[in-house]
């Protein structure tokens, strides 16, 4: 089935009006998949999205792989195919997790610039941090934190815009002068979305460097 992923297209469409295309239940509960979907699934490091179908609430996760790109929301009642239903993503999770998310590229972005290799990212609020190859000579971390915290400062006062496109069959996320990553994530407009950004600690352990930050969405 052809989904359409309305979180890709729009981080700020928080309702829509659609249908019931596919339900079924597991040992784990009842499960739906909507037409339209607005729901992000938790991966790339973003946590999933909450919200609710007809009032009731739900959680996004990914079909099997025999649908591929199809995201499933599991739900204490049932739904039948067919059910014309309101669904509704959660604003002020969904706006947290697009500031974090897109922080983190900008953070990624200017450790990168340093000469550090990416290893992983986690944009989950309270523990948003990047994680890098340290390398082999002890890095300065007081000098690296006050240059990324300063460049991220100056990058989000400049509101530089933030952009998506289509590669062949990757969605590339690209951020005004910076730098262009794949990516599935929710994120927001232009950087000047983003407020009370700062870095919360910057450390080397067991070769890997942890860089985490704090941001809200504006
Ligand atoms: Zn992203």
Redesign the pocket.
């Known amino acids: 089935m052809q989904q359409r992923h309305i979180y890709l297209e729009d981080t700020y469409h928080f309702t829509v009006l659609t249908k019931v295309v596919d339900a079924g239940s597991s040992e784990l509960g009842n499960w739906l998949t909507l037409q339209d979907n607005i729901f992000h699934p938790q991966g790339g490091g973003q946590p999933s999205d909450v919200g609710t179908v007809d009032e009731a609430p739900v959680r996004p996760f990914k079909a099997p792989a025999s649908e591929e790109h199809v995201v499933r929301l599991s739900c204490d009642r049932p739904f039948a195919v067919g059910d014309e239903v309101t669904s509704a993503v959660d604003p002020e999770a969904r706006r947290l997790h697009a500031a974090l998310?897109t922080c983190g590229?900008v953070v990624d972005g200017f450790v990168r610039e340093l000469g550090f290799r990416h290893r992983v990212s986690n944009h989950f609020p309270g523990q948003a941090r990047i994680e890098f190859d340290a390398g082999q000579d002890k890095p300065d971390l007081q000098q690296l934190a006050a240059t990324v915290e300063e460049r991220t400062q100056q990058a989000i006062e400049a509101d530089r815009k933030v952009y998506a496109c289509d590669r062949g069959d990757l969605r590339i996320?690209g951020i005004d002068g910076l730098h262009e990553?794949p990516?599935g994530?929710t994120?927001v407009g232009s950087l000047g979305q983003l407020t009370g950004f700062s870095l919360r600690s910057v450390k080397v352990k067991g070769g890997v460097l942890k860089v985490g930050y704090v941001v809200e969405h504006a």
């Open positions: 998310h590229h996320i990553d990516c994530g994120h």
